[in-house]
């Protein structure tokens, strides 16, 4: 298999995911589940995804769909499209599953996939986190991630718009 189709083995739809999923669980790997756009992947992204993979064996990316982010960021969102997003991220050695969703939340897509862990950054306090009653109620763990300062996909988009004079 070449580096690109290892890559795309990682992207998968729910029911893929799924199964993949109950296959680990069944061999005793904790699961970990983030979500979000992640349009521009910047270190603190990197930062981040690494702090969640290192709470269990695996770790499953929910990822906004193109329409999903219109709706959340506005008309100028995503940046980068759906295809580039999920490859970047299941380029990351520590990403095993990348799962596009397209609901504004990921909540249908962790109630079929079914984490042990779920997480998100330091923004969501663990009873705000979209999915944490069914994960908890698996007895599961919710986990708030302190976010690295200065990093975030709306300031890069600010400072490109500030540096060609559109604000």
């Known amino acids: 298999m070449s580096a690109f189709e290892q890559i795309a083995s990682k992207i998968m739809d729910a029911g893929e ?3 993949h ?3 680990w669980q069944s061999a005793g790997e904790v699961i970990v589940f983030t979500n979000g756009c992640f349009d521009l992947l910047h270190y603190g ?3 981040y995804l690494a702090d969640a993979r ?5 770790l499953v990316i929910g990822v ?3 329409d999903s982010v219109r709706r959340l960021k506005g008309p100028n969102r995503p940046i980068n499209d759906e295809l580039t997003r999920m490859h970047t991220l299941a380029s990351l050695a520590m990403v ?3 799962v596009v969703f397209s609901e504004d939340t ?3 897509l962790i109630s079929e996939l079914k984490p042990d862990i779920l997480v998100k950054g330091g923004d969501w306090q663990p009873h705000q986190i979209v999915g944490a009653d ?3 109620a698996r007895g599961g763990q919710v986990r708030s991630l302190p976010f690295v300062e200065g990093y975030s996909t709306t300031n890069i988009e600010q400072r490109i718009l500030e540096r060609h004079g559109v604000s």
């Open 17 to 19: 995911a799924a199964s």
């Open 21 to 23: 999923i109950a296959q």
């Open 45 to 47: 992204h990197l930062h």
């Open 54 to 58: 290192d709470l269990g064996q695996r």
């Open 64 to 66: 906004n769909s193109a």
């Open 96 to 98: 095993d599953a990348v």
């Open 106 to 108: 990921p909540l249908n």
């Open 134 to 136: 069914l994960v908890l």
